[in-house]
């Protein structure tokens, strides 16, 4: 199986930036691959898709300041976060092929 770590997390102010990184034990090109987040007292919800093609989605609370990309040489997906704001704090997790298996997340705290 495919063991995930996720990194990039920290602390930043409204309006900030923060790029996540993901890397894979082994190889990620066959699999879409997400990210997800999860509020204290929240349910983890959905944040991102990128195919194996290289297509994105996104939910739209996110949609227009987060970019996911993928580099299948490196085994690692990212997300670029852009214009954070409070409501982004959670912690962040990738996934792989939508298997129910999770890494330790990264902790992205936005606050002034």
């Known amino acids: 199986q495919v063991q995930l770590v996720e990194s990039g997390g920290g602390l930043v102010q409204p309006g900030g930036s923060l790029r996540l990184s993901c890397a894979a034990s082994?190889?990620?090109?066959?699999?879409?691959m997400d990210w997800y987040r999860q509020a204290p007292g929240k349910e983890r919800e959905w944040v991102a898709t990128?195919?194996?093609?290289?297509?994105?989605q996104y939910d739209d609370n996110v949609k227009g300041r987060f970019t996911i990309s993928r580099d299948n040489a490196k085994n690692t997906v990212y997300l670029q976060m852009n214009s954070l704001e409070p409501k982004d704090t959670a912690v962040y997790y990738c996934?792989?092929?939508?298997?129910?298996?999770w890494g330790q997340g990264t902790q992205v705290t936005v606050s002034s």
């Open positions: 996934n792989v092929g939508r298997l129910n298996s």
């Open positions: 990128i195919t194996t093609i290289g297509r994105t």
């Open positions: 082994g190889a990620i090109f066959m699999f879409n």
